[in-house]
């Protein structure tokens, strides 16, 4: 058993791990109200009060368009908070596991992204989180960044959801087919961390940046296919859910630029840690199969 600080804990990713962590692990779960990232003094009061060994970082400003328009609150969550953060983690000597994005790349890379290839955001928020990894990285704490990716749960908002929303308002939907990545559940990302516990003390030497990723990739209209063939299977209703038509993204511009590429390699973490994510299907299907749970 550890004692963890969870930071986001109402976040996708956080509600997620809050439901694994809590049984087996002495969680301290601030909500927004005790611990503020835009407030540092709640940060060093909360971490110097719980003396964590082990800080989760769930938190973040994850609006990628309004990041356009709200760039320092976006850089003061994403950038400096994660700073703060990891200099109170070195000061307790604990770890920091921190989420990041395959948004701090350009997405023009003919394959997989690497951990090491050379970052080049596109918008604010790809800055934004960028800054946080390189904060954290400087200030020689034991960290593990995880860099994950098209992100979905039955919580808060998310691109599953709207598909599942849109598909029953609408007769047809224009979905890019020309932005490909691997849509990773919120779930996975919470049983990946608790493998990454099972190493307890030994996770500390692991300090580094890994790509975390369901297995797979798709474009972003095969995803939305996907969602709603598996909605009309799980819930038995055939008929009226949207026809999808492909568009590109020039076609639909949007306030924040997006990596067209945003496939993960994940070998280090597999090879590293043991961590293999399910493939990305197989988790949008047991989503699926929980939101429609009569029909089965
Ligand atoms: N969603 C994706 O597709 C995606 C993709 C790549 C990377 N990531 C990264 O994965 C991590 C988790 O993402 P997510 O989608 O689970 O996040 P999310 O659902 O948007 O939740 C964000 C969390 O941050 C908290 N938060 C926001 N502002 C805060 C503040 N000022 N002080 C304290 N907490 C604050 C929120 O609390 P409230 O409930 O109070 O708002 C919430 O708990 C983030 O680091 C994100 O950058 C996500």
Same mark, same amino acid.
């Given at each position: 058993m550890s004692r963890i600080l969870l930071i986001g804990k109402t976040g996708q990713i956080g509600q997620e791990l809050e439901c694994v962590l809590t049984p087996l692990h002495d969680v301290i779960a601030p909500d927004r109200a005790q611990l503020d990232l835009t407030n540092a003094d709640s940060i060093r009061r909360v971490i110097a009060e719980a003396r964590p060994e082990i800080v989760i970082n769930a938190a973040a400003y994850t609006q990628v368009d309004a990041a356009e328009k709200e760039a320092a609150l976006a850089m003061q969550l994403n950038g400096v908070a994660p700073d703060i !953060?990891?200099?109170?983690?070195?000061?307790?000597? +604990?770890?920091? %596991?921190? $989420? @990041? #994005?395959?948004? &701090? *790349?350009?997405? #023009?890379?003919? +394959?997989? $992204?690497?951990? =090491?290839?050379?970052?080049?955001?596109?918008? #604010? $928020?790809? /800055?934004?989180?960028?800054?946080?990894?390189?904060? !954290? %990285?400087? @200030?020689?704490?034991?960290?593990? !960044?995880? /860099? %994950? =990716?098209? !992100? $979905?749960? &039955?919580?808060? @908002?998310? *691109? &599953?959801? #709207?598909?599942?929303k849109l598909a029953r308002e609408r007769a047809s939907l224009n979905i890019v087919a020309d932005q490909v990545g691997s849509p990773t559940a919120a779930a996975a990302c919470a049983t990946a961390m608790m493998g990454m516990l099972h190493k307890g003390r030994a996770l500390r030497d692991l300090t580094g940046i890994y790509n975390l990723a369901a297995q797979g990739q798709c474009t972003r209209l095969e995803w939305a296919q996907a969602v709603i063939d598996g909605a009309k299977a799980c819930s038995g209703r055939y008929d009226g859910w949207a026809e999808l038509q492909p568009t590109t993204t020039a076609a639909n511009p949007q306030p924040a630029a997006r990596p067209l590429n945003t496939v993960a390699d994940c070998g280090k973490i597999r090879r590293v840690m043991g961590i293999e994510m399910a493939p990305w299907k197989t988790s949008i299907e047991k989503l699926l199969r929980g939101l429609y749970p009569v029909s089965m």
């Open positions: !953060i990891a200099e109170c983690v070195k000061k307790i000597d +604990g770890l920091l %596991v921190h $989420y @990041s #994005t395959l948004f &701090v *790349f350009d997405g #023009t890379k003919n +394959g997989p $992204y690497l951990e =090491n290839d050379a970052p080049n955001p596109l918008g #604010t $928020y790809g /800055r934004s989180k960028l800054a946080g990894d390189e904060a !954290i %990285v400087a @200030s020689g704490c034991s960290h593990i !960044i995880l /860099r %994950v =990716n098209w !992100i $979905y749960s &039955v919580r808060r @908002s998310n *691109f &599953v959801l #709207t598909m599942l």
